[in-house]
């Protein structure tokens, strides 16, 4: 088995620009590069865990996604590392399904692909709702402060999981 760190991805890899499915909106979040380098050179898988309700909205169709994934990959590719999987979750809110954040569904057929050792990993995320599954799993997490307001009572409660920034929490682990 391996160990993982399963990452959301608008507001924790790249600057958050509401329903990004275009490869030229797409930055890459200021030190994020060298995180997911140093992940790897610590043995992690670097997994992503996304929601793209966009998909689910009709605004746009999941091949977009899946370009972007690509487009993410090959930029990361020129400095040295790139992401092992990228699983996305094209529902609405409303659809109840268990892939959607904070549902434990993409973690677990994530876990099976790739014989992940949950125990041993970390999810990691802007909000809360991207690290709630990791109680459940028994993962650990990194609430990070580069994406969405995190609220006072959230930072109080994650306080020794918080950090400014992927390469932060990366560096720290």
């Known amino acids: 088995m391996t160990k993982a760190v399963f990452l959301d991805r ?3 890899i790249n600057e958050e620009v509401d329903y990004l499915h275009e490869c030229h909106k797409m930055k890459f979040i200021p030190g994020t590069k ?7 050179e610590k043995g992690y898988l670097l997994i992503v865990i ?3 309700s966009g998909v689910g909205r009709g605004y746009y169709p999941l091949e977009d996604v899946e370009r972007l994934h690509r487009y993410m990959n090959e930029l990361l590719r020129e400095n040295g590392t790139e992401i092992d999987g990228f699983y996305c979750c094209p529902h609405v809110e409303e659809d109840k399904c268990s892939c959607r954040k904070p549902g434990t569904g993409l ?3 994530a876990q099976i692909d790739f014989d992940i050792d949950l125990k041993q990993s970390y999810m990691v995320g802007d909000k809360v709702t991207d ?6 799993l028994g ?3 990194g609430l990070l402060f580069s994406g969405h307001t995190i609220s006072e009572e959230h930072r109080m409660q994650y306080e020794k999981y918080c950090y400014r920034n992927l390469l932060e929490f990366a560096r720290a682990l």
Do not use: H, P, S
């Not at 060298?34 to 790897?40: C, D, P």
């Not at 690290?131 to 459940?136: C, D, H, S």
């Open 10 to 12: 608008d507001g924790t």
């Open 34 to 40: 060298e995180a997911l380098r140093l992940l790897k």
């Open 50 to 52: 996304t929601n793209q």
């Open 107 to 109: 973690y677990l057929k």
């Open 131 to 136: 690290i709630l599954a990791a109680k459940e």
């Open 139 to 141: 993962c650990g997490v």
